[in-house]
């Protein structure tokens, strides 16, 4: 197995450290109705499932990377709540008040992200899977662009020889948010269709060139479990 990446960030800050007296009253409002929202609205949800063949027998039962869009947050954390998932959150000012919502709803918040505190996190994503939990991304987070897979995942996958998992949340009836990627906030009652895709694994010896093209197949992937769950909900 590739060794694991080695730390070099700056230890993390205090919330007092990284955030304004303001910016802190904003988080915890934030986070606390975005919690409330959820809790309202998901249970009138109506969830549909559909899984490849090669798919997970168990979702989210057995370790594993599973990735999915930004924009799929708010309904993703209402379907897999309290199941003790790691999530890899940014460690801005965005990135925190997210993290406390999905905290509030059973989830593990793991803070960093590609562009800060990115090795860190890794390594913290490591050990949640050595200790037998699934780990989740946004995939193309903390800030796009949008629809387009990083790299992180593939090397976690590789690091803890783990499959990876794609899934893409659609929503009939929706508000979408004017965002960099267009959060999707599901409209009560609506119906809703989750597509899980194959598990793809992750050989150890992966070399450059093969992390590229594993990250090409996340990308076709995505796109390809994306495709299939809006045309449902389009034709439901």
Excluded at 73 to 96: I, K, L, P, Q
Excluded at 143 to 148: A, E, L, N, Y
Excluded at 170 to 197: G, H, Q, V
């Amino acid at each position: 197995m590739p060794d694991s990446p080695q730390p070099t960030d700056a230890p993390p800050q205090s919330d007092a450290q990284r955030f304004t007296l303001r910016q802190r009253i904003t988080i915890a409002l934030i986070s606390g109705l975005g919690t409330l929202a959820i809790r309202l609205i998901g249970p009138t949800i109506r969830l549909k499932v559909g899984i490849e063949d090669g798919g997970p027998p168990e979702v989210l039962r057995v370790p594993a990377v599973y990735c999915f869009w930004h924009q799929c947050v708010f309904a993703s954390a209402w379907v897999y709540r309290n199941r003790d998932v790691a999530v890899m959150t940014s460690r801005s000012f965005d990135g925190e008040y997210i993290a406390r919502i999905i905290e509030n709803l059973g989830f593990r918040a793991v803070r960093g992200s590609s562009s800060r505190g990115g090795v860190s996190a890794l390594l913290g994503m490591h050990t949640e899977i050595e200790e037998g939990r699934v780990a989740a991304f946004t995939i193309d987070g903390p800030r796009g662009p949008k629809h387009i897979v990083k790299p992180g995942p593939v090397l976690l996958a590789r690091n803890t020889q783990v499959p990876i998992v794609c899934f893409h949340l659609a929503l009939e009836r929706k508000w979408t948010l004017n965002s960099w990627d267009s959060t999707m906030i599901p409209k009560p009652f609506t119906r809703a269709y989750m597509r899980i895709s194959k598990a793809i694994p992750v050989p150890a010896e992966l070399d450059d060139a093969g992390m590229q093209s594993l990250q090409s197949e996340l990308q076709a992937t995505l796109d390809r479990v994306t495709a299939f769950a809006e045309e449902k909900v389009a034709h439901s």
